[in-house]
Every structure is written in structure tokens, then in C-alpha cells.
């Protein structure tokens, strides 16, 4: 089990990749527009339909453990997603910004979750 520390920063990099994975889909949907990615397994959920709502899914539970009064919802799914700049994120983790995923791990990330 995490600790509330542990869960939080999972919880910040699953916010990063749900912003990037999400941002990347909506690119290629609106301008049929995919850049080169690195990372295979960035490729494998972009690939995935149901990627956005594991990792959504992912940063809810992440939620009640840092705070266990709090109910889901889609409104506490949003609040989450949007009370810091995930580029604010992205650098307390070592990255240049949040296109920076190397620096995530993010086979270790989806093994997690």
C-alpha cells in the first residue's frame, strides 16, 4: 500500500501522461496529426482506446488514498486535473517539460497502476 507521499507523486506523473496521452489524441483526431514518439509504450496507449479512462481511473483511487474523505466524480476528477500547471509538474520531477517523458519511466508507471 502507498503512503499518502507515494501516492502523490504517482498521482502528479499519471497527471503528465493523461495530459500528454490525451492532448496527442485529440491532435490526431482533429488534424490527423501524430508527432514522433519515442517511447513504446507512449505508442501503446495512444494505440489503446480505453488508455485515458485506466489512467483516469488511476489518479481518482491516488485521490482517496492522499485524501480519504473525498468522493468521485467527474468534478473531482477536473479539480484534480487542473489545481497546478502540469508544466509546474512536470519540472518538481526533473523534466524540461511535460512532452519530457523520459524522465517518467513509464513502464514502471503502467506496471504500477
Known amino acids: 500500500m502507498l503512503n499518502r507521499i507515494e501516492a502523490k507523486e504517482l498521482q502528479d506523473k499519471l497527471i503528465i501522461l493523461y495530459k500528454f496521452i490525451s492532448h496527442q489524441k485529440h491532435l490526431k483526431g482533429f488534424f490527423d496529426y501524430a508527432p514522433p514518439i519515442k517511447s513504446e509504450a507512449v505508442r501503446r ?3 489503446s482506446p480505453g488508455s485515458e479512462e485506466i489512467i483516469k481511473e488511476a ?8 485524501n480519504f474523505r473525498v468522493e468521485k466524480s467527474e468534478d473531482l476528477f477536473h479539480h484534480i486535473l487542473n489545481k ?3 508544466e509546474f509538474i512536470a519540472k518538481r520531477y526533473g523534466m524540461r517539460d511535460s512532452w519530457d517523458l523520459n524522465k517518467l519511466d513509464i513502464e514502471k508507471l503502467i506496471r504500477r497502476i
Not at 489518479?59 to 492522499?66: A, D, G, K, N, V
Request: glycine share 0%; hydrophobic share 55%.
Open 45 to 47: 496507449l495512444l494505440k
Open 59 to 66: 489518479i481518482l483511487e491516488l485521490e482517496r488514498i492522499i
Open 84 to 86: 497546478e500547471d502540469v
